[in-house]
């Protein structure tokens, strides 16, 4: 089985708490230009990555990226 991530919630959960891309981006060690890829689907996020956006937002990784199997 191969999962596969098709989409996630970062620049709702974002703007949500009125943050700008370079204000995740701080909080996350990454640069704005990742937080903005990752919000347009242009990168997958390592799994760390994953977890500390999750973690930062209050929620779980599923919750943050959908995720398919192919």
């Known amino acids: 089985m191969e999962l596969v991530v098709t989409g ?3 620049r709702e959960l974002r703007a949500a708490k009125n943050l700008s891309q370079a204000d995740l981006a701080a909080a996350l060690g990454v ?3 990742t937080v903005n890829s990752i919000e347009t689907g242009r990168y997958t996020p390592s799994l760390a990555l ?3 956006l999750a973690r930062f937002f209050g ?3 599923e919750k943050v ?3 398919a199997e192919r």
Do not use: E
Request: without cysteine; aromatic residues 6%.
């Open 8 to 10: 996630n919630v970062v």
């Open 31 to 33: 640069s704005r230009q």
């Open 50 to 52: 994953s977890i500390a």
């Open 59 to 61: 929620t779980t990784v």
């Open 65 to 67: 990226f959908h995720v």
